[in-house]
Antibody, heavy 122, light 108 residues
């Protein structure tokens, strides 16, 4: 059975750095795209980007390029989302998301983590 | 960039009703369109992929159709557990995804 288990909620101050994690199990982690989706309080879903853990090929939404770093450690079956300098506007729930492959390539999200709430406040 | 719009932004319907949600792309996206359900406080769930294919385990009262720029999501007979926000999502051939703004569905 597929499981994506995310790290616990975080409370940070503006300007601080942060790295949250998502550990996958029940499937072949290195050969499956995994990514992140943001949901700000009371708002909709925003797709941030994905990574292929096998070779670290990474794709970013233009809205998030340069704002965050997506990485993965295939030996640990874990994906990461990282900020170097948080802003109050980064306050949100962040979901990790396993992406499945279709006839045209990466196609949809078929499994989701439980979400990690990141609160950035002075 | 391709923009996705949904209508309505919210609706209220009764148990047993037929519910229709539409999603429009700013340019032709063929059938590269998925639908998700997000119940309050929960992670989203994939319902429909490639515009009209029902994900495994999803009840048959959910369906999708469309191609090009205009897509439709239908719940044929609304159930109480269908209270949720529904999102369409476009994916492109280089692995970039865009969600629509969502449609919030309440049960009367």
């Amino acid at each position: 059975e597929v499981h994506l288990v995310q790290s616990e909620a975080e409370v940070k101050k503006p300007g601080e750095s942060l790295k949250i994690s998502c550990k996958g199990s029940g499937y072949t982690f290195p050969s499956t795209w995994i990514g992140w989706v943001r949901q700000m309080p009371g708002k909709g879903l925003e797709w941030m980007g994905i990574i292929y853990p096998g070779d670290s090929d990474t794709r970013y939404s233009p809205s998030f390029q340069g704002q965050v770093t997506i990485s993965a450690d295939k030996s640990m079956s874990t994906a990461y989302l990282q900020w170097s300098s948080l802003k109050a506007s980064d306050t949100a729930v962040y979901y990790c998301a396993r992406h499945k492959w279709g006839v045209r390539g990466v196609q949809s999200v078929d499994f989701w983590g439980q979400g990690t709430l990141v609160t950035v406040s002075s | 960039d391709i923009q996705m719009t949904q209508s309505p932004s919210s609706l209220s319907a009764s148990v047993g009703d037929r519910v229709t949600i539409t999603c429009q792309a700013s340019q032709d996206i063929s059938n590269q369109l998925n639908w998700y359900q997000q119940r309050p406080g929960k992670a989203p769930k994939l319902l429909i992929y490639d515009a009209s294919n029902l994900e495994t385990g999803v009840p048959s009262r959910f369906s999708g159709s469309g191609s090009g720029t205009d897509f439709t999501f239908i719940i044929s007979s609304l159930q109480p557990e269908d209270t949720a926000t529904y999102y369409c999502q476009h994916y492109d051939t280089v692995g970039l995804f865009t969600f629509g703004p969502g449609t919030k569905l309440d049960i009367k």
